[in-house]
T-cell receptor
Framework: NAGVTQTPKFQVLKTGQSMTLQCAQD?????MSWYRQDPGMGLRLIHY???????DQGEVPNGYNVSRSTTEDFPLRLLSAAPSQTSVYFC????????????????FGNGTRLTVT | GEDVEQSLFLSVREGDSSVINCTYT??????LYWYKQEPGAGLQLLTY?????DMKQDQRLTVLLNKKDKHLSLRIADTQTGDSAIYFC???????????FGKGNQVVVIP
């Protein structure tokens, strides 16, 4: 299994541009989520999904859209990038619809480092 | 509310023990976790503890939970250079489909 795969690894955008960060998992996990990691802020939840066709907002959803048309994929869209969205983005998934139970830890991708100028 | 606090930096000599602390605010937490992030990588689960436990030992790792003070700690015995990383504590709330992470604690192991 490849686990959780994120693409691209690095991206530079100009303010106002749009892009999609890709996330795919091959573990048949129901739960998928997006976090952003900023210095001194830890990880903050952007959006999450408990199964195909179901998404919900996390702590910091503004400026981001998600969809979950398949179990495997959970793309994160930035419609109009802003410098405040410069960050490292992590996708994470877990078995079942509820994250982090003792037999279902969150599995993280290696991240996408995004810079918005 | 969801609020997990951690101190930010710890330096330790190789072979010594290191202790990382975390406090949380929600008493309804069911599971508490420690994750490790190595440079350029995502987070990996190190260990976890149920909220009805006081202590858990897992090889070089010891997790202590003080529910009264809402305090969680991770002790790493015989710290190695490969333990240099950022360590995050996280909590999960009953019936809540999310984990809340602390800000992370960077551990630097000096040879």
């Amino acid at each position: 299994n490849a686990g959780v795969t994120q693409t691209p690894k690095f991206q530079v955008l100009k303010t106002g541009q749009s892009m999609t960060l890709q996330c795919a998992q091959d573990m048949n996990h129901e739960y998928m989520s997006w976090y952003r990691q900023d210095p001194g802020m830890g990880l903050r939840l952007i959006h999450y999904s408990v199964g195909a066709g179901i998404t919900d907002q996390g702590e910091v959803p503004n400026g981001y859209n998600v969809s979950r048309s398949t179990t495997e994929d959970f793309p994160l869209r930035l419609l109009s990038a802003a410098p405040s969205q410069t960050s490292v983005y992590f996708c994470a998934s877990s078995y079942g619809s509820s994250p982090g139970s003792y037999n279902s830890p969150l599995h993280f991708g290696n991240g996408t480092r995004l810079t918005v100028t | 509310g969801e609020d997990v606090e951690q101190s930010l930096f710890l330096s330790v000599r190789e072979g010594d023990s290191s202790v990382i602390n975390c406090t949380y605010t929600d008493s309804s937490s069911t599971y508490l976790y420690w994750y490790k992030q190595e440079p350029g990588a995502g987070l990996q689960l190190l260990t976890y503890i149920f909220s009805n436990m006081d202590m858990k030992q897992d090889q070089r790792l010891t997790v202590l939970l003080n529910k009264k003070d809402k305090h969680l700690s991770l002790r790493i015995a015989d710290t190695q250079t490969g333990d240099s990383a950022i360590y995050f504590c996280a909590e999960r709330y009953y019936g809540n489909n999310r984990l809340a992470f602390g800000k992370g604690n960077q551990v630097v192991v000096i040879p």
